[in-house]
């Protein structure tokens, strides 16, 4: 594909259950960034992936939160027992060079 | 952690007014980047500028960059209505792997 695509686009559950979000990064890209905008606010980094290397997971709130990428490219990030202030939207990015990054439409994910 | 702060918050200007946004960080950095951001969904990058350079230019988008004074700026040059979005610098993390954003400035433009 040309972007970075996100999937689903919205998602809205409720309190305690487990949701997974999707991310396909650009073709060749070997980086690839979740982060996290609550309403009205900045940027929030959760985790990177780089290559092969183990990812830079500094950045999760809490273990209720999970990522992989298999075979360096889709990337899914997992929420489990979601709680109303992980209601946010879910930005994924993928980057050549760790400088540009290439911005998904994100997931606008809503607890109830 | 945050590194970068926009300043101001919001701006609100009208069609064919320049709008100037600032930025400022706390370590050193070899690169600041500036992205928009429509309705609050994906991002798009705009421009970078190098520590090494002190102005760049891309179309009407005019940044410069003070390592002295750990800041940057914006200048959006005849601004038009589809410019209106949140604006956000973002800066490469102490290990260069990953960039911190900062917490953005709204640029309403009035036709």
């Known amino acids: 594909g040309a972007g970075v695509s996100q999937s689903p686009s919205n998602k809205v559950t409720e309190k305690g259950k487990d949701v997974e979000l999707r991310c396909d990064p650009i073709s060749g890209h070997t980086a690839l960034y979740w982060y996290r905008q609550s309403l009205g606010q900045g940027l929030e980094f959760l985790i990177y992936f780089q290559g092969n290397s183990a990812p830079d997971k500094s950045g999760l709130p809490s273990d209720r939160f999970s990522a992989e990428r298999t075979g360096g490219s889709v990337s899914t990030l997992t929420i489990q027992r979601t709680q109303q202030e992980d209601s946010a939207v879910y930005l994924c990015?993928?980057?050549?060079?760790?400088?540009?990054?290439?911005f998904g439409p994100g997931t606008r994910l809503t607890v109830l | 952690s945050q590194q970068g702060e926009e300043d101001p918050q919001a701006l609100s200007i009208q069609e064919g007014e320049n709008a100037t946004m600032n930025c400022s960080y706390k370590t050193s950095i070899n690169n600041l980047q500036w992205y928009r951001q429509n309705s609050g969904r994906g991002l798009v990058h705009l421009i970078l500028?190098?520590?090494?350079?002190r102005e760049k230019h891309s179309g009407r988008l005019r940044v410069t960059l003070d390592t002295s004074k750990k800041s940057s700026s914006l200048l959006i040059t005849a601004s038009r209505a589809a410019d209106t979005a949140s604006y956000f610098c973002a800066t490469p993390d102490t290990g260069f792997q990953k960039l911190v954003f900062g917490t953005g400035t709204r640029l309403l433009v009035s036709p």
């Open positions: 990015a993928s980057s050549l060079d760790a400088n540009t990054q290439y």
């Open positions: 500028i190098r520590s090494n350079e």
